[in-house]
C-alpha cells in the first residue's frame, strides 16, 4: 500500500486492517463502541490545532477524524448496514436538500433567513423520519422527541447544557433580560454556599451543577461560547502555572517546596506580564 490522495485507498487500507486472514488484530477487535471515544478525542485534536493556529497539525487531526468515519464506515459495511459510499451520499444529499437557496429555487437570502429556513428543513426532516420509523415498526426504538430532543446524551456536559438551553430559548422559554441571568448566577452561588455551611455533601453537587448550568446561561445569552471561554481560561491557568514553575525552577525549588505566598506572588508577576504583553 502506497500514501495516497485519493479517498479510495484509504477506504482499501481500512478494508486491508479490517481482513480477518491478514488485518491487524487491534483493528479486527473493535466495535462501534470501542470506537466512538476515539472519534470524539480526534474532534477536540482538531478543535485544539484550530485555536493553537498550528495548520500542519491541523491537516494532520484532520486526517485523523477521517480516518474515524472510514474505520465506523468500514464496520458497518461488514455488518451489512451501509458503505463509505453511503456516508457519502447521505450527507450530500441532506446539504443539497438544506440549501434550496444555493441548489434550488429559494433565491436569495441573508444569514438570518438561511440559519431560519435550515432549522425549518431540519424539523420537517425529523418528522419524516419519525414517520418512516413509525411505518416500519421501529416506534419506541428511539427517545421521544420534543422540544430538547436530539442533543445527545454523550455530549459533552457544558456544550449539551448550552444546546438545551439555545433549544428552550427556540419556543420562548427564556430570560428577557441579562440582569435575571445574572440574578440567578447569584442565588446559585448562594445556595451553593449554603449548602458548604451546612455540610449537606449529598446536596452539594446538585447545586454546583446548577452553578455551572448558570454560568452557562449567563455565556449564551451575552453571545460568548462557554466552551471556547472556558478553554482560554484553561489556557491562562497554565500559562501562569509555567510561569510560577519556571521562576521557582530558577532558584532550585519545586511548587511542592515553595509556600502558597510564593506562589501566589509568582502568579501576580505572571498576570503583570501578560497584561505588559497586551
Known amino acids: 500500500m502506497q500514501p495516497s490522495r485519493d479517498i479510495h485507498r484509504l477506504v482499501e487500507i481500512m478494508a486491508a486492517l479490517r481482513d480477518p486472514q491478514g488485518g491487524c488484530p487491534w483493528d479486527l477487535e473493535q466495535t462501534f463502541a470501542s470506537i466512538a471515544p476515539y472519534t470524539i478525542e480526534e474532534a477536540y485534536e ?25 474505520f465506523h464506515a468500514r464496520m458497518a459495511e461488514e455488518a451489512g448496514l451501509f458503505d463509505f459510499g453511503g456516508v457519502v451520499e447521505a450527507i450530500t444529499a ?78 420562548g422559554f427564556d430570560w428577557t433580560d441579562v440582569r435575571g441571568v445574572v440574578a440567578k448566577l447569584r442565588e446559585e452561588i448562594a445556595e451553593t454556599e449554603a449548602e458548604i455551611a451546612a455540610a449537606a455533601r449529598d446536596k452539594l453537587e446538585a447545586e454546583i451543577g446548577d452553578l455551572l448550568f448558570a454560568a452557562v446561561n449567563l455565556a449564551r445569552f451575552v453571545e460568548v461560547d462557554p466552551e471556547s471561554a472556558l478553554r482560554a481560561a484553561n489556557g491562562k491557568f497554565e500559562r501562569r502555572f509555567s510561569h510560577v514553575e519556571r521562576r521557582l525552577a530558577e532558584t532550585g525549588r519545586r511548587p511542592e517546596g515553595a509556600s502558597l505566598d510564593e506562589m501566589e506572588a509568582l502568579w501576580q508577576e505572571a498576570k503583570s506580564l501578560e497584561r505588559e504583553k497586551r
Not at 420537517?124 to 420534543?146: F, I, T, W
Open 46 to 70: 482538531v478543535a485544539d490545532a484550530i485555536e493553537r493556529g498550528d495548520t500542519e497539525d491541523l491537516r494532520e487531526e484532520l486526517g485523523d477524524l477521517l480516518l474515524q468515519v472510514v
Open 94 to 171: 441532506k446539504l443539497v436538500r438544506r440549501h434550496p437557496h444555493v441548489f434550488g429555487d429559494a433565491g436569495e437570502l441573508d444569514a438570518e433567513a438561511v440559519k431560519a429556513l435550515w432549522g425549518r428543513i431540519k424539523a420537517d426532516e425529523k418528522r419524516q423520519r419519525a414517520e418512516a420509523r413509525k411505518r416500519a415498526g421501529l416506534v419506541g426504538a428511539e427517545p421521544a422527541r420534543g422540544t430538547l430532543g436530539g442533543v445527545p446524551a454523550s455530549m459533552p456536559a457544558l456544550t449539551r447544557a448550552l444546546k438545551l438551553q439555545e433549544k428552550a430559548a427556540k419556543v
